[in-house]
């Protein structure tokens, strides 16, 4: 089975800061998507931004972007000038066909 | 659009009782879930729709059912509740199964003591 493992469960950053948050992945798979989700103590889960397995040029919106490593099966998350708003938990996510694997999580914190 | 709505949005149940999450969307989406949410873990799928009359097993399927009658709604039953069922519920859909990103419902807070 697919897993996806955030080694960090706990990360801050100063404001207008960059900070980078970690994810990996197993699969055998050569096709599926990435993605981070953030979730604000709203409890809602927004998506950050995707990636697909085949695309070798690293996702970015705006001050979001991701380094893909597909033979390391590495998928972290930069964000740029971080901002008080950006504090919540993110989630990295594996999806292939009906399957999607989460990891279990990084808190970040924004210090003003 | 409403997107994806869950009710209700927080239940506290007792041991054995039974009750139903309701979850609907109004993309026209094929593909529909259930994730449960739980500290340290992150979301586990409990069951999956890719459409009306069809459903499947997730991660961790076990002490839920679910049907797909129509493709707007897919709820979960509870049939026996247990405190391991302690949890925050997300319902999430998708235009077809695959690749897509999933939207997901606002979540429901559920209790069993």
């Known amino acids: 089975a697919q897993t996806v493992t955030q080694s960090q469960p706990e990360m801050s950053v100063q404001e207008a800061e960059t900070v980078t948050l970690s994810c990996t992945y197993d699969t055998s798979e050569s096709d599926y998507y990435l993605f981070w989700y953030k979730q604000p103590p709203s409890r809602q889960m927004i998506l950050v931004i995707r990636q697909e397995a085949y695309k070798q040029q690293n996702a970015t919106e705006n001050r979001f972007s991701v380094n893909f490593q597909k033979a390391a099966k590495s998928f972290s998350l930069k964000i740029s000038d971080s901002q008080l ?3 919540a938990m993110y989630f990295c996510a594996y999806r292939r066909g009906n399957d999607m694997r989460f990891g279990a999580g990084t808190r970040l914190t924004v210090k003003p | 659009n409403a997107g994806v709505t869950q009710t209700p949005k927080f239940q506290v149940l007792k041991t054995g009782q039974s009750m139903t999450l309701q979850c609907a ?4 989406h094929e593909y529909m879930s259930w994730y449960r949410q739980d500290p340290g873990m992150g979301l586990r799928l409990i069951h999956y729709s890719v ?3 069809i459903t499947d097993q997730g991660e961790v399927p076990n002490g839920y059912n679910v049907s797909r009658s129509t493709t707007e709604d897919f709820p979960l039953r509870l049939l026996s509740a247990a405190p391991s069922q302690t949890s925050v519920y997300f319902c999430a859909s998708s235009p077809t199964s695959g690749y897509n990103e999933q939207f997901f419902g606002p979540g429901t807070r559920l209790t069993v003591l």
């Open chain 2, 51 to 53: 459409g009306a009359g």
């Open chain 1, 85 to 87: 708003g950006d504090a």
């Open chain 2, 25 to 28: 969307q109004d993309m026209n």
